[in-house]
C-alpha cells in the first residue's frame, strides 16, 4: 500500500507507474483504492463509476476498470456535502457531520472488493487517500491505517520533496501515529526531487535514522506526467499549448471530468487556457468549453458570481462558439428543474438560454458506455455518460451524434453552440481530427491513446531506475522474478 504524507504527493502516479512496472515483469497486477475523494470519475466495464485515477492505474495493469477497483467514492456537491458511491452505485448524500458515523459501515464494502480483486492477481497495488498523519480522522478510517490493519497490507510512505519538508513530513508521520499503526510501515520513499540526488544523501540517510525505516528510492521529477490524466483540480495549470486557435474553460467550483480536455492539450493548432475564479473569460477565445460538474445549478450561480455569463455572451455576440460538457450542456438551455432535490434543494434555475432545451434532475443515474456518430461529420467515437437528468426541447431536433440511431445532445441553429452528454470524446483520434478540420485547423498527428500508453511506459522505466522495485514486491510477498522492464 502507498499511503502519503498528505494529499498530492503522487500517490496515483506512483500505483500506475508500479502496476506498469509489474505488468512488465509478467505479473497479474491490480490497482485498488478503497476509499477516494474525486469528482473526476471514470465508468467501468461492470457499469458503475470508480475514480478516474484508478481507471488509469488498470490501464496501466492491462485491465478492464471495475468497481471493485474503488469501493467508496466521495463526490463534493457543496462544501459540507458529498455524493457516496459504493462499489460503483450511488447511495445518496451525506453530510460532513454525518460521513464519521457512517464510514465505519462502510469497511465490509471495502474488504469484499479487496478480496474478490486479490483473488483475480498475484499483486495488489494500493493507494492511501491524504495522509494517515490526519489522526483526527483515524477513528473508522478506511482509507489509510483502518484499511492497511483490517487487511493486513505492507506500508510505504511517501513523501514529497517538491514542496519542500519532507525530512519532517516523514519524520512527523512516524511521531504522531499510533504505534500499531506504525507499525504497518516497512519503508519510505522520496518523490518529485529535482537537481543533483547527491545534495539529499544526507537528508535522506537522517530520515532512515530517525524513523528506523528504510528507504526504497528518491524518484526524480518525472517529466511526462503531463500527458496522463489528472485526478484532483489542484493540477490544471494555465494556458498549455501556442497554437492559434483559443479555447478557454471556466474552472467551475465543482468542475468533474476535467480530462476530457487533455487530448486538445497535446494538439499543435490549438492553446487551452483553464481560467480560474477572479478572471474574465479571455476575449480572444475561439471557443469557450463549459466543462462537467457534480452540482450544475450550484456552479451555474458560481458561474455568474465571477461575471463569465456576462463574458460568455460577448463571446457569442463577437461570433464564438461554446461547447457544453454534460453539465455545461444543461447550463446552456433555458431552465434546469430538480424538483426532488437531487443535486441541493429542490427548485429550479434560470439557463444560460443559448440552446433551446430544458433539463430535468431524475432519480435515476446514467452510467454506461457508449458508440456513437458525430452527427455534423459522420465521425464514429467512443465515450461514457454519468449524469442525471433528462435534456429536451426543440435544439434536440439537430443533435450533436447519434448512438444507435437515437440522437444525442444538441445544436444551435447557427451551429455555433453546441451540448452534448458524452465524455472522453476528444480522446477518439478520428472523431477529434474530423471536428479539428471542420473548424478549420490543421489536426497533428498525434494519438492520444499511443501517447498515454507511450508516458507509462516512461513511468515504469523511471521508477525501475530509481525504486528497488524487487525490495517492494518481497514485502508484497511475490517471489523475485529477476527481471527488469521489458
Same mark, same amino acid.
Given at each position: 500500500m502507498i499511503q502519503g504524507t498528505g494529499s498530492n504527493v503522487g500517490k496515483s502516479i506512483l500505483v500506475a507507474g508500479l502496476c506498469r512496472a509489474a505488468r512488465a515483469r509478467g505479473l497479474s497486477v491490480a490497482p485498488f483504492k478503497p476509499q477516494n475523494m474525486s469528482n473526476n470519475a471514470a465508468v467501468t466495464a461492470d457499469g458503475g463509476e470508480i475514480g478516474r485515477?484508478?481507471? =488509469?492505474?488498470?490501464?496501466?495493469?492491462?485491465?478492464?476498470?471495475?468497481?471493485?477497483?474503488? &469501493?467508496?467514492?466521495i463526490k463534493p456537491e457543496t462544501d459540507r456535502a458529498a455524493q457516496i458511491v459504493v462499489q460503483g452505485r450511488a447511495r445518496g448524500a451525506w453530510r460532513a457531520a454525518d460521513f464519521a458515523g457512517e464510514r465505519p459501515g462502510l469497511m465490509g464494502a471495502v474488504l469484499d472488493s479487496f478480496h474478490r480483486l486479490a483473488a483475480s492477481a498475484d499483486l495488489i497495488l494500493v493507494e492511501g487517500a491524504g495522509s494517515p498523519a490526519e489522526v483526527n480522522l483515524r477513528r473508522g478510517d478506511i482509507a489509510n491505517m483502518g484499511f492497511a490493519r483490517a487487511a493486513g497490507v505492507p506500508v510505504v510512505l511517501v513523501g514529497d520533496i517538491d514542496r519542500g519538508g519532507v525530512i519532517a513530513q516523514i519524520v512527523g508521520t512516524q511521531a504522531v501515529l499510533d504505534p500499531a499503526d506504525a507499525a504497518m510501515i516497512r519503508g519510505f520513499a522520496v518523490n518529485k526531487f529535482r537537481g543533483d540526488p547527491r545534495l539529499f544523501e544526507d537528508g535522506y540517510a537522517a530520515i532512515e535514522r530517525a524513523t528506523g525505516w528504510r528507504g526504497f528510492g528518491l524518484v526524480p521529477w518525472f517529466a511526462l506526467a503531463h500527458r496522463l490524466p489528472a485526478e484532483d483540480a489542484?493540477?490544471?495549470?494555465? &494556458?498549455?499549448?501556442?497554437?492559434?486557435?483559443?479555447?478557454?474553460? &471556466?474552472?467551475?467550483?465543482?468542475?468533474?471530468?476535467?480530462?476530457? =480536455?487533455?487530448?486538445?492539450?497535446?494538439?499543435?493548432?490549438?492553446?487551452?487556457?483553464?481560467?480560474? &475564479?477572479?478572471?474574465?473569460?479571455?476575449?480572444?477565445?475561439?471557443?469557450?468549453? =463549459?466543462?462537467?460538474?457534480?452540482?450544475?445549478?450550484?456552479?451555474?450561480?458560481?458561474?455568474?458570481?465571477?461575471?463569465?455569463?456576462?463574458?460568455?455572451m460577448a463571446h457569442v455576440r463577437r461570433g464564438g462558439r461554446v461547447l457544453g460538457l454534460c453539465g455545461g450542456y444543461q447550463m446552456l438551455g433555458r431552465r434546469i428543474l430538480d424538483p426532488e432535490g437531487r443535486e441541493g434543494p429542490a427548485g429550479e434555475t434560470a439557463g444560460l438560454g443559448l440552446l433551446d432545451v430544458e433539463t430535468v434532475m431524475a432519480a435515476d443515474k446514467t452510467l454506461t458506455r457508449v458508440a456513437a456518430t458525430h452527427d455534423a461529420t459522420g465521425a464514429p467515437l467512443e465515450g461514457y455518460e454519468i449524469h442525471i437528468g433528462r435534456t429536451e426541447g426543440p435544439d434536440r431536433a439537430c443533435p450533436?451524434?447519434?448512438?444507435?440511431?437515437?440522437?444525442?445532445?444538441?445544436?444551435?441553429?447557427?451551429?455555433?453552440?453546441?451540448?452534448?452528454?458524452?465524455?472522453?470524446?476528444?480522446?477518439?483520434?478520428?472523431?477529434?481530427?474530423?471536428?479539428?478540420?471542420?473548424?478549420?485547423?490543421?489536426?497533428?498527428?498525434?494519438?492520444?491513446?499511443?501517447?498515454?500508453?507511450?508516458?507509462?511506459?516512461?513511468l515504469a522505466e523511471h521508477l525501475e531506475r530509481h525504486l528497488d522495485i524487487e525490495a517492494l514486491l518481497t514485502i508484497a510477498g511475490v517471489p523475485r522474478t529477476g527481471q527488469g522492464p521489458a
Open positions: 485515477a484508478q481507471a =488509469l492505474q488498470a490501464l496501466a495493469a492491462g485491465r478492464d476498470p471495475v468497481t471493485d477497483m474503488n &469501493p467508496v467514492l489542484v493540477d490544471l495549470g494555465g &494556458p498549455t499549448g501556442t497554437g492559434t486557435f483559443h479555447i478557454a474553460c &471556466p474552472m467551475l467550483s465543482r468542475i468533474a471530468n476535467f480530462d476530457d =480536455l487533455d487530448p486538445l492539450k497535446l494538439e499543435p493548432s490549438i492553446r487551452l487556457s483553464m481560467i480560474p &475564479p477572479g478572471s474574465p473569460l479571455p476575449g480572444d477565445a475561439d471557443l469557450v468549453i =463549459l466543462p462537467g460538474t457534480k452540482s450544475t445549478r450550484g456552479d451555474l450561480e458560481f458561474l455568474r458570481m465571477q461575471g463569465w455569463d456576462i463574458d460568455l450533436f451524434a447519434r448512438i444507435e440511431g437515437r440522437p444525442e445532445g444538441a445544436v444551435s441553429p447557427d451551429g455555433r453552440i453546441v451540448g452534448t452528454y458524452l465524455h472522453g470524446l476528444f480522446a477518439e483520434d478520428g472523431f477529434r481530427r474530423a471536428w479539428l478540420d471542420a473548424l478549420g485547423l490543421a489536426p497533428g498527428p498525434l494519438s492520444h491513446g499511443a501517447a498515454v500508453e507511450a508516458a507509462l511506459d516512461a
